[in-house]
């Protein structure tokens, strides 16, 4: 079986207002929260607490701050917030600008995976339906969330499977889509600040013509995640997995680390960005990402149809996706370019960086 090919890609990020600027949105949103939030916050924060707690010059317990090596955004760092619409209005813009592409004879939609952070389930219904009535034709939906970044590598992985697994099953959305509200933060540690964003991207069983993306290969791993200082030199489980990750996937396809000719990572941990582009041979690209501003579930969508639109068409190259989840999770994609697929672009695909 050949593999399956990303037909289209596309990608939303608004525009980018200072810190500062959403502190005083956050706080008039807090003081018009819903009742009963406030024992809602308390049922989730024997779990996720941490996060909160770990916050710029501040010690939770014994253990340092979380990513101990990063400094702490500015007040005047730039945040992408979307305050125009809601997470599923998010979802919907760029699946519909999938939608449009499609020529009106192309196969219906089979599944659609929705991506995102929420830890509320009901978000992971109603926005999986709505995309559902948004294509307009009977399909599954289902959501990955509370992996972060790491959800559209599981995605991803699924299709690959499903497209093995279901004879039946000829094409598939992936959608990702974040949108941070109270109660929830958007400075989660030091050096992060999460940024609202949408990506979606089209998954075929063949390709039928026009340009197209190979998808080799997709993995995600969780990983124990220590918040302690690590000694000097001695990678942590995450950038081991991570690393471990890469070259499984290239092995198995039979690739050399000189063979990837575009690497896409997550922004956040200058140490994994350094260890990944070490590992590959390549010059340190920590300074790609000055301010850490992560993209969460849509960060890899995201990265990719911004590599896609500088891309020259017809260039046959290998392309090296890799990302991680605030919760302990890493993700890798292999994908082989032969042509560059539909790039549907929302307004130039704002950058964040």
């Not at 992060?192 to 993995?219: F, H, K, M």
């Not at 969508?301 to 260039?315: E, G, K, M, W, Y």
């Amino acid at each position: 079986m050949s593999p399956p090919v990303i037909t289209a890609v596309t990608a939303w990020v608004p525009d980018v207002i200072p810190v500062s600027r959403w502190t005083a949105i956050e706080s008039a949103l807090r003081a018009t929260r819903h009742s009963g939030w406030d024992a809602w916050l308390r049922s989730w924060h024997p779990d996720y607490g941490h996060w909160l707690e770990a916050a710029p010059e501040e010690e939770t317990g014994a253990s340092l701050p979380v990513h101990a090596d990063l400094s702490a955004p500015g007040l005047s760092c730039g945040v992408p917030a979307e305050t125009g619409t809601d997470l599923s209005g998010l979802a919907a813009k760029v699946a519909n600008g999938i939608c449009v592409t499609r020529l009106p004879d192309a196969r219906p939609i089979d599944v659609i995976a929705f991506c995102h952070s929420s830890l509320d389930e009901r978000v992971s219904t109603t926005v999986a339906g709505r995309l559902c009535a948004e294509v307009g034709t009977r399909c599954f939906p289902f959501s990955i969330s509370q992996q972060h970044g790491a959800s559209p590598f599981t995605a991803l992985r699924i299709a690959c499977d499903l497209f093995v697994a279901e004879p039946d099953v000829h094409t598939i959305l992936i959608v990702a889509a974040e949108q941070w509200r109270p109660p929830f933060s958007r400075t989660c540690g030091p050096g992060i600040v999460q940024g609202d964003a949408a990506g979606a991207l089209l998954i075929e069983r063949t390709q039928q013509g026009g340009s197209a993306l190979q998808l080799l290969d997709a993995a995600t791993w969780r990983v124990p995640t220590d918040f302690r200082r690590r000694a000097t030199g001695v990678p942590d489980a995450r950038t081991f997995a991570l690393l471990s990750m890469i070259d499984g996937l290239l092995a198995r396809h039979g690739l050399r680390h000189e063979d990837v000719d575009d690497v896409l990572g997550h922004p956040g941990i200058p140490s994994l960005t350094a260890a990944v582009f070490e590992h590959l041979g390549r010059p340190d690209a920590r300074s790609q990402h000055p301010t850490g501003v992560h993209l969460g579930a849509a960060e890899s969508i995201v990265r990719l149809a911004q590599a896609l639109s500088r891309a020259a068409s017809h260039q046959r190259r290998h392309m090296l996706l890799w990302g991680y989840g605030l919760g302990g999770f890493v993700g890798t994609a292999l994908l082989g370019t032969r042509s560059t697929p539909a790039l549907t672009e929302q307004d130039n695909v704002r950058s964040v960086s």
